[in-house]
C-alpha cells in the first residue's frame, strides 16, 4: 500500500485544514488507517484513527472535538478534518495504514507511511 498525503498549509489560529490521503496499490484488502503527527524536536504522536468500516473511531484527547477522522474505501481516501486549529497543533502531518489491525495507535516501523504534509498554525 502506497500512500501519500496532502492539504497542509499555513493557517491562523482558530481556522480549519482538512487532510486527505490517498491509498493505491494492494488497496483490495482491509486495513486500517491513522493520521499521526510530529512537531519539531518531539516524537511523532497518534492523532487520530478509523477502522476499514468507520464504525471505530478514536482521537487523541489534544484533539478531541475538533479533529474529525473519516475514509472514503470507495475512493481509497481517509480524511482528518481539523477546526479550531491552535499554534501547538503545528507539525508534520502523517498517515498510516496497517492492513493486519483494527486501529493504528502506536507509530511503529511495520506500518505503511506516507509522505508527511506540513501544517502550520500562526497565533
Known amino acids: 500500500v502506497q500512500l501519500q498525503a496532502s492539504g497542509g498549509g499555513l493557517v491562523q489560529a482558530g481556522d480549519s485544514l482538512r487532510l486527505s490521503c490517498a491509498a493505491s496499490?494492494?488497496?483490495?484488502?482491509?486495513?486500517?488507517s491513522g493520521w499521526f503527527r510530529q512537531a519539531p524536536g518531539k516524537e511523532r504522536e497518534f492523532v487520530a484513527t478509523i477502522n476499514w468500516s468507520g464504525s471505530i473511531l478514536y482521537y487523541a484527547d489534544a484533539v478531541k472535538g475538533r479533529f474529525t477522522i473519516s475514509r472514503d474505501n470507495s475512493k481509497n481516501t481517509v480524511d482528518l478534518q481539523m477546526t479550531s486549529l491552535k499554534p501547538e497543533d503545528t507539525a508534520v502531518y502523517f498517515c498510516a495504514a496497517d492492513p493486519s489491525g483494527t486501529t493504528v495507535f502506536v507509530p511503529t516501523a511495520s506500518l505503511y507511511w506516507g509522505l508527511g504534509t506540513q501544517v502550520t498554525v500562526s497565533s
Open positions: 496499490g494492494q488497496t483490495s484488502s482491509s486495513y486500517a
